[in-house]
Nanobody, 129 residues
């Protein structure tokens, strides 16, 4: 079993920055693809960014390219999402998710927004205009 815990959300002004963390516990964290997803009220969940288990491959939604950076520290069992130049449309609950690397890669991990083995509880990000 893997448990995921997000943190780092909050209220920030347009143009500001936040860093989200996804801390994992459980077996063989380094063998999981990790993704960040977000969902605003009344909207579909979307994949924001995903990162491979070990080779550094990443995927970003077009809406966040150049502004967000995903990274992972397997020694700390943590994945980060650095969010810069935040916009009001980034407001959402952000969730991290994990799926074993043998069953997915970064692009389908982010495009397939619901078929994940593990989900965190979510952290609220609010960007004021």
């Amino acid at each position: 079993q893997v448990q995921l815990l997000e943190s780092g959300g909050g209220l920030v002004q347009t143009g500001g920055s936040l860093r989200l963390s996804c801390a994992a516990s459980g077996r063989t964290f380094s063998s999981y693809v990790i993704g960040w997803f977000r969902q605003a009220p009344g909207k579909e969940r979307e994949g924001v960014s995903c990162i491979s288990s070990s080779d550094g491959s990443t995927y970003y939604a077009d809406s966040v390219k150049g502004r967000f950076t995903i990274s992972r520290d397997n020694a700390k069992n943590t994945v980060y999402l650095q969010m810069n130049s935040l916009k009001p449309e980034d407001t959402a609950v952000y969730y991290c998710a994990a799926q074993p690397s043998f069953s997915t890669t970064v692009q389908p991990m982010c495009i397939m927004t619901y078929s994940k083995e593990y989900w965190g509880q979510g952290t609220q990000v609010t960007v004021s205009s």
